[in-house]
């Protein structure tokens, strides 16, 4: 009873709803009270705008859509996301298609944004989620600079740190007229699934805190663009956690609302959080969250949290979805998983990227297992055998040594970026 006491009533929340297993009855609540808005989408519906949007059923409410005042139009699927009680702004959009990549970057460019948080890979299970909407940089075997004339402006990949859960960048943004640039952080989450949830709050928390230590959030600064496939699922996520975290600290534990402070990000941009599981998630990470001090976290406390994951073929798959676009329907629909063609596809459609296939069983491209049929067990085998095991265990070791040394690396660059960052704070 003691321990139950100790508890903020979030957590007190959490349990209650967890032990009696109501996150999708919890989820409808929320779901059932949106229904009720009654905001216009009168830009997004237009014709001349349809091919703008990647789902049919995710648009920007007129009164918070973000209105480009450069280039062929004005109108992006991206809405400002207001959280006074946080002193937050965030900008959630859909991921870019390839026709709205220049809309995409002149919108970061007059909103003077810092940074880009990207929650989502351009390839998801052989589904392209997202446009390859900065230079994948010559490492990769590509370009470092990506012009956009629409709209008169230069991306360039000046920097890349890969980490096991995400992928940090920083790029150039250039206004070709004026010769005029701005750096740009590009973080971005590597691992989470489209309507599912990251494998721990501890490593998304580390994720958060990274983006905090670089200043991306701060009032002083353009509003961050928040975006994943749809603008909605991993992106509100992300808000929610980090609006809930700070109301919390400032005004203590029991001041925050999780279900409210949903409602009021979704007056703003539609159907934020797709699943029961992402609010389920939400809870946990906020409740995890503020029991630490994210300011805090150490660049050790990050690397081992950022532990070495599995291939894409061993994580476990998201659960299935509902419909995208569900609070604006006039009945509320049940929230089990629908069969997969109820999925809505990207407008305009992108081809599937087939993924790769090999005849060759894992006994074949493995060098321990490349032993003569004849099954001939002399000397000699048995002596290549043991030689290859140890040149193995060599590349290994040898790889676990440049593993350190590049997490180390990684660990000083963004020191200097957290110092950096500090300094410019004291001299505002």
Same mark, same amino acid.
């Given at each position: 009873?003691?321990?139950?006491?100790?508890?903020?009533?979030?957590?007190?929340?959490?349990?209650?709803?967890? %032990?009696? #297993?109501?996150?999708?009855?919890?989820?409808?609540?929320?779901?059932?009270?949106?229904?009720?808005?009654?905001?216009?989408?009168?830009?997004?519906?237009?014709?001349?705008?349809? +091919?703008?949007?990647?789902?049919?059923?995710?648009? !920007?409410?007129? @009164? %918070?859509?973000?209105?480009?005042? #450069?280039?062929? *139009?004005?109108?992006?699927?991206?809405?400002?996301?207001?959280?006074?009680?946080?002193?937050?702004?965030?900008?959630?959009?859909?991921?870019? =298609?390839?026709?709205?990549?220049?809309?995409?970057?002149?919108?970061?460019? $007059?909103? +003077?944004?810092?940074?880009?948080?990207?929650?989502?890979?351009?390839?998801?299970?052989?589904?392209?989620? *997202?446009?390859?909407?900065?230079?994948?940089?010559?490492?990769?075997?590509?370009?470092?600079?990506?012009?956009?004339?629409?709209?008169?402006?230069?991306?360039?990949?000046?920097?890349?740190?890969?980490?096991?859960?995400?992928?940090?960048?920083?790029?150039?943004?250039?206004?070709?007229?004026?010769?005029?640039?701005?750096?740009?952080?590009?973080? @971005?989450?590597?691992?989470?699934?489209?309507?599912? &949830?990251?494998?721990?709050?501890?490593?998304?928390? %580390?994720?958060?805190?990274?983006?905090?230590?670089?200043?991306?959030?701060?009032?002083?600064?353009?509003?961050?663009?928040? @975006?994943?496939?749809?603008?909605?699922?991993?992106?509100?996520?992300? *808000?929610? &956690?980090?609006? *809930?975290? &700070?109301?919390?600290?400032?005004?203590?534990?029991?001041?925050?609302?999780?279900?409210?402070?949903?409602?009021n990000m979704r007056r703003q941009r539609m159907g934020l959080i797709q699943t029961a599981d992402q609010l389920r998630f939400s809870y946990l990470a906020i409740i995890e969250g503020s029991k630490m001090d994210l300011e805090k976290i150490n660049d050790n406390d990050l690397i081992n949290a950022n532990h070495r994951r599995t291939s894409e073929d061993e994580e476990e798959p998201p659960p299935l979805p509902p419909p995208r676009g $569900?609070?604006?329907?006039?009945?509320?629909? !049940?929230?089990?998983?629908?069969?997969?063609? +109820?999925?809505?596809? !990207? =407008?305009?459609?992108?081809?599937?990227? %087939?993924?790769?296939?090999?005849?060759?069983?894992?006994?074949?491209?493995?060098?321990?297992?490349?032993?003569?049929?004849?099954?001939?067990?002399?000397?000699?085998?048995?002596?290549?055998?043991?030689?290859?095991?140890?040149?193995?265990?060599?590349?290994?070791?040898?790889?676990?040594?440049?593993?350190?040394?590049?997490?180390?690396?990684?660990?000083?660059?963004? +020191?200097?970026? #957290?110092?950096?960052?500090?300094?410019?704070?004291?001299?505002?």
């Open positions: 009873m003691e321990e139950q006491n100790d508890l903020n009533s979030i957590e007190k929340e959490f349990n209650e709803i967890d %032990s009696r #297993k109501l996150w999708i009855l919890k989820y409808q609540e929320i779901m059932k009270e949106c229904i009720k808005f009654d905001y216009t989408l009168l830009e997004a519906k237009k014709l001349k705008n349809k +091919n703008l949007n990647r789902y049919r059923d995710v648009s !920007p409410y007129d @009164h %918070s859509r973000i209105i480009l005042s #450069k280039g062929p *139009c004005d109108y992006i699927n991206a809405n400002l996301i207001k959280m006074e009680k946080a002193h937050r702004q965030y900008i959630l959009t859909q991921g870019p =298609l390839s026709n709205t990549t220049p809309h995409f970057w002149l919108m970061v460019w $007059e909103q +003077n944004c810092k940074a880009v948080l990207m929650l989502n890979r351009i390839v998801e299970k052989n589904q392209v989620k *997202c446009h390859q909407y900065w230079p994948i940089g010559s490492l990769h075997g590509g370009d470092d600079i990506m012009v956009l004339t629409e709209v008169g402006l230069k991306i360039e990949n000046i920097k890349e740190n890969e980490f096991s859960y995400y992928t940090t960048r920083i790029l150039r943004l250039t206004e070709i007229e004026t010769g005029s640039s701005r750096e740009i952080l590009h973080f @971005h989450y590597t691992t989470w699934p489209d309507f599912g &949830v990251p494998q721990s709050p501890t490593v998304f928390l %580390s994720f958060l805190s990274l983006v905090r230590e670089s200043g991306a959030l701060d009032q002083n600064v353009g509003p961050p663009v928040v @975006h994943c496939s749809a603008g909605i699922g991993r992106s509100g996520t992300f *808000c929610l &956690v980090d609006s *809930c975290l &700070v109301m919390m600290k400032e005004n203590g534990c029991n001041s925050v609302n999780v279900q409210d402070v949903l409602i $569900e609070s604006l329907k006039n009945t509320l629909p !049940p929230l089990p998983p629908v069969p997969e063609n +109820n999925l809505l596809p !990207p =407008l305009p459609c992108e081809p599937n990227v %087939s993924s790769s296939s090999s005849n060759s069983s894992s006994e074949e491209s493995s060098p321990i297992h490349q032993i003569s049929e004849n099954g001939t067990q002399n000397k000699n085998t048995n002596f290549d055998l043991r030689q290859r095991k140890r040149k193995i265990e060599q590349t290994l070791t040898a790889e676990r040594i440049e593993e350190m040394k590049r997490k180390q690396q990684n660990a000083e660059y963004w +020191n200097r970026i #957290k110092r950096r960052s500090k300094k410019t704070k004291a001299e505002d």
